[in-house]
């Protein structure tokens, strides 16, 4: 089966929905994925979701960045299937695990990846939201997409990642680890 990696945009923030008790009534703006399985990038706006629904219940693993904290709580209400059923590979919470503290996509980026970047900051995508900039919210999206990608690509490769300490120069070689979902594990879809 697929492994989908996902990221999410909104047009709004936190502080806008009350909070973050209520990070699920953050609305969407865009949904950039890569398939595995075709070897392309998408990126999809509200009025194409039905799209993305199809391709994410043919998934056998999403594969996110802070994602079930966030993406997925935000996302599930587009949906008629619980995405948060679903196999999912989340990078920031396998860092938490094993290393005990949460960090950037950018900076985990800049310390394992070379010549691939952020290219901007989440907020900045929900200004050029609003200013009409859709494409560029679309590009933004798709870069994350794409370093997030690299970096699940090192964890399957070399089982860990490169990870700064705060305030000094050295690296911790935090170790994660990844198992291929078991065939047809995508219990309580509907």
């Known amino acids: 089966?697929?492994?989908?990696?996902?990221?999410?945009?909104?047009?709004?923030?936190?502080?806008?929905?009350?909070?973050?008790?209520?990070?699920?009534?953050?609305?969407?703006?865009?949904?950039?994925?890569?398939?595995?399985?075709k070897d392309e990038y998408y990126c999809f706006e509200q009025?194409?979701?039905?799209?993305?629904?199809?391709?994410?219940?043919?998934?056998?693993?999403?594969?996110?960045?802070?994602?079930?904290?966030?993406?997925v709580p935000v996302l599930n209400k587009y949906f008629k299937f619980n995405l948060a059923a679903l196999p999912h590979y989340d990078i920031l919470e396998e860092i938490e695990k094993a290393y005990g503290r949460r960090i950037s996509l950018?900076?985990?980026?800049?310390?394992?990846?070379?010549?691939?970047a952020k290219s901007g900051h989440g907020l900045d995508a929900i200004e050029w939201w609003k200013n009409g900039e859709k494409d560029r919210v679309k590009e933004y999206?798709?870069?994350?997409?794409?370093?997030?990608?690299?970096?699940?690509?090192?964890?399957?490769?070399?089982?860990?990642?490169?990870i700064p300490q705060r305030n000094s120069p050295h690296m911790s070689k935090v170790e994660l680890k990844y198992r291929e979902p078991e065939p047809g594990s995508q219990g309580g879809l509907f």
């Open 1 to 37: 089966m697929d492994k989908i990696v996902f990221d999410i945009e909104t047009s709004n923030i936190i502080s806008d929905v009350g909070g973050d008790a209520y990070i699920d009534r953050l609305d969407v703006s865009v949904v950039g994925a890569y398939s595995y399985e």
């Open 47 to 71: 009025h194409e979701f039905a799209e993305l629904e199809e391709m994410m219940k043919k998934c056998g693993l999403l594969v996110g960045f802070s994602s079930k904290r966030f993406d």
């Open 106 to 116: 950018a900076l985990l980026a800049e310390a394992n990846l070379q010549g691939v």
């Open 141 to 162: 999206c798709k870069q994350d997409v794409k370093v997030t990608k690299d970096i699940f690509d090192l964890v399957k490769k070399q089982g860990y990642l490169w």
